[in-house]
């Protein structure tokens, strides 16, 4: 059963910085591209950032872009998010999900497994 498990959201300052981890089981994790989706109140969910499974190639939504950066550890089998400039407009559950194709995509339909989310709130 595989099972990708978020943590590291909460609430924090404009301009602050916060970690998301994602540790997957059940899958050869090494094998899948990792994604970040969020989706904040009312809109639909989005693309933030994926990496490749092999060259570690990164992908990141422009509106992130310079500010996140996504990594992973296969040796844990986890997948991480660091955001930092965040900004009240990056508030969302964030979600993570797992590509068996693995070479990363921009596009929800191509994933495979996601998390049940963490909430990430930046005050004004």
């Known amino acids: 059963q595989v099972q990708l498990v978020e943590s590291g959201g909460g609430l924090v300052q404009a301009g602050g910085s916060l970690r998301l981890s994602c540790a997957a089981s059940?899958?050869?994790?090494?094998?899948?591209?990792m994604g970040w989706f969020r989706q904040a109140p009312g809109k639909e969910r989005e693309f933030v950032a994926a990496?490749?499974?092999?060259?570690?190639?990164?992908y990141y939504a422009d509106s992130v872009k310079g500010r996140f950066r996504i990594s992973r550890d296969n040796a844990k089998n986890t997948v991480y998010l660091e955001m930092n400039s965040l900004k009240p407009e990056d508030t969302a559950v964030y979600y993570c999900?797992?590509?068996?194709?693995?070479?990363?995509?921009?596009?929800?339909?191509?994933?495979?497994?996601w998390g049940q989310g963490t909430q990430v709130t930046v005050s004004s």
């Open positions: 999900a797992a590509d068996n194709n693995g070479f990363g995509s921009t596009r929800e339909a191509r994933y495979d497994y």
């Open positions: 059940g899958l050869t994790f090494s094998s899948y591209a």
């Open positions: 990496i490749s499974w092999r060259t570690y190639s990164t």
